[in-house]
């Protein structure tokens, strides 16, 4: 496994990649955990070489300390690429990434302004620069997100698809432990008490996700089942509403589209995220 700390050392590796072999790359920020494994193992099914990253983008923290407490866990990291076969890892400095000078931004858009967009302003604006930085240094054929950052994820396709770029965007499935929260970096930021309120997270998309399944095509009623959850909990709801999978704006009734629940809550300082798919809405 190669480990590639600089432009160059990845610009050299990348040259001796046969043309006729296709590069899945799969970006992370470290602190992998079991749904990245996941993740990885699901990316090495669909090209010949893997591609990871590791970099904590500072672009997409609005809080110091958020930036400053994110886990680092590299040699873990590298013990689990290992083992899932990652054929190379990039770990770009910050003065790699950002040389001395560096201006350009990306604008995410408008999808960006809302939900995680509208909880941590900018961050979104700070993801696609990197993932586009990304891209056009790795030049892989295939990329993965994870569908538990449904926004990020949603962002991502929309990029690859506004400025043609060249690389097929796939969705890995979000991964749970057994009570149902969905694995995250930020977890172990969690005492042992909030780890078991954090559940209320999972518990309110189930609601919205029993409710559309009793014929409840309501996006506001399915918004306060999910709301009605966090009346008793610790847990600051940021938001807790449907959005179409299309566009991810608010879900309209009578629109044929696919919906998602999705949820975003701070408990003990961590902000914690989630989303579930409810299901298909036809035309009325």
């Known amino acids: ?50 591609l990871v990253s590791i970099f904590v983008n500072p672009l997409q923290f609005e809080r110091e300390n958020d930036l400053l407490n994110y886990p680092k866990t590299m040699d873990a990291d590298l013990a689990m690429l290992q083992g899932v076969g990652a054929h190379a890892v990039y770990r770009p400095t910050t003065e790699d990434m950002y040389p001395e000078g560096y201006q350009v931004r990306i604008s995410a858009g408008p999808a960006a302004l809302r939900f995680e967009g509208a909880a941590r302003p900018g961050h979104f604006d700070g993801m696609v620069t990197v993932v586009h930085k990304l891209f056009q240094r ?31 965007v796939h969705a890995a499935k979000t991964w749970r432990e057994p009570d149902g929260l969905a694995f995250s970096s930020r977890n172990v930021h969690l005492s042992e008490k909030a780890r078991q309120q954090a559940t209320v997270l999972h518990r309110a998309l189930q609601a919205a996700k029993a409710a559309f399944d009793n014929g409840c095509h309501d996006p ?13 909990s610790p847990a600051k709801l940021a938001y807790a509403d449907v959005i179409s999978d299309t566009d991810f704006e608010a879900a309209q009734p009578g629109v044929a589209a696919t919906w998602r629940a999705v949820i975003g809550a701070r408990l003990e300082g961590v902000h914690l995220l989630d989303n579930l798919e409810l299901g298909q809405v036809p035309n009325s």
């Open 220 to 232: 506001q009623a399915l918004g306060q089942s999910m709301r009605h959850c966090f009346e008793h």
């Open 138 to 168: 790795c030049q892989p054929q295939h990329a993965v997100f994870g569908q538990k950052d449904a926004q990020q994820l949603f962002l991502v396709q929309r990029m690859v698809e506004d400025l043609d770029m060249d690389v097929q």
């Open 1 to 50: 496994m190669h480990l590639l700390d600089s432009q160059e050392q990845l610009r050299r590796w990348r040259r001796g990649i046969p043309a006729t072999s296709s590069v899945v790359f799969v970006p992370t920020m470290g602190a992998l955990h079991l749904g990245h494994q996941s993740l990885l193992e699901y990316a090495s099914t669909l090209g010949d070489v893997l």
